[in-house]
């Protein structure tokens, strides 16, 4: 638990790093200089001795994505990593005026970006154009103007958005498509990626009322308001299952999964489903170690801590270390 390494070049800018690269940088998302709280507008890549590798921002994208033929994006966030073949995928929100249902409102999505290696937009799939904007975000969750974990809203006359999808995790496949964490409708969907030759139809929807028969024992055992999704290398999705929508229904505490998918027979084997003895509301990862344990990492247990998890293959705690946030 002792650290080893840490970005000072990141202390002031109220940001965060994403995922390390190979080779030994880290990319991340930072606030520009707008005095706007939390706007998250600049894409960076450091090198460990906090060098700025490069650089992009909300701006230079939206322009490009606007000529491509889509909206404009207001914030980078959650999610930026390098694809094997140098390209880089990100998740931008996007703010529009829809109708959910019952007359246009200030509604949140967001778009899944691809970033070729000079980190121009060569590929992106807009939620706006592929969900059902009428299945509203599973437990009502707004953003008010400002507010923690919120990006900032732009509609004119609107200090209160519909946060429907806050999608959170994006990943490449083996097979050249990509997944997407969504929350907010405690899904993660396959996209047509095709290696940037698809065209982002949605290929599958894992999690209650999703495309897959669940093969499990246990009575609730979709995940909900998940995190960082992904395939390890061993075929395996793993993700961290927050759990806010069963936890509201039925109690209980967050969970490590991870998952045996037939995406020809459209069903889902629990590997494992451990419970982790707490409740952490939002935030969190999954990850296959080298030695065949999972770590996963609690992010918000009761507003004040974090707590990682290794957990060997047969449930059993191989290390647990809390973190209060003050820290």
């Known amino acids: 638990g002792n650290i080893i390494w840490y970005l000072a070049a990141y202390q002031n800018t109220g940001g965060y790093l994403t995922r390390p690269v190979p080779g030994g940088t880290f990319l991340g998302v930072a606030d520009d200089n707008s005095g706007i709280p939390a706007n998250r507008r600049l894409l960076r890549e450091f090198d460990m001795a906090g060098n700025l590798i490069r650089e992009t921002n909300t701006a230079i994208l939206s322009q490009q994505l606007v000529a491509m033929g889509t909206d404009p994006i207001t914030s980078v966030h959650h999610e930026v990593f390098r694809f094997p073949n140098g390209d880089t995928g990100v998740l931008g929100s996007v ?139 061993n075929g395996e999705l793993t993700l961290f299952d927050n759990g806010n929508t069963r936890i509201g229904e039925y109690g209980g505490d967050s969970r490590g999964q991870a998952w045996r998918l037939s995406e020809s027979a459209k069903t889902a084997t629990s590997i494992l489903n451990r419970d982790l003895g707490v409740y952490s509301t939002a935030t969190g990862s999954a990850q296959l170690l080298g030695n065949g344990n999972y770590h996963f990492f609690l992010g918000f247990i009761n507003g004040a801590t974090s707590r990682s998890v290794e957990i060997t293959t047969s449930g059993a705690v191989q290390l647990q270390q809390d973190f209060a946030h003050n820290n």
């Open 95 to 233: 703010e529009k005026i829809a109708n959910q249902g019952s007359g246009n409102v200030d509604v949140l999505g967001d778009m899944a970006i691809v970033l070729d290696s000079n980190l121009q937009v060569k590929w992106f799939w807009n939620e706006f154009n592929h969900l059902d904007i009428t299945r509203q975000a599973i437990l009502h969750e707004t953003c008010a103007q400002n507010a923690g974990g919120c990006p900032h809203l732009y509609q004119s006359g609107y200090s209160v958005a519909n946060d429907w999808t806050h999608s959170n995790s994006m990943a490449a496949t083996g097979d050249g498509d990509i997944i997407v964490s969504i929350r907010h409708q405690d899904w993660v969907v396959k996209i047509n990626y095709n290696s940037g030759a698809g065209d982002g139809s949605i290929l599958w929807r894992l999690g209650n009322q999703g495309d897959f028969a669940v093969v499990s024992s246990d009575p609730h055992p979709w995940f909900s308001h998940q995190h960082d999704a992904q395939f390890e290398s």
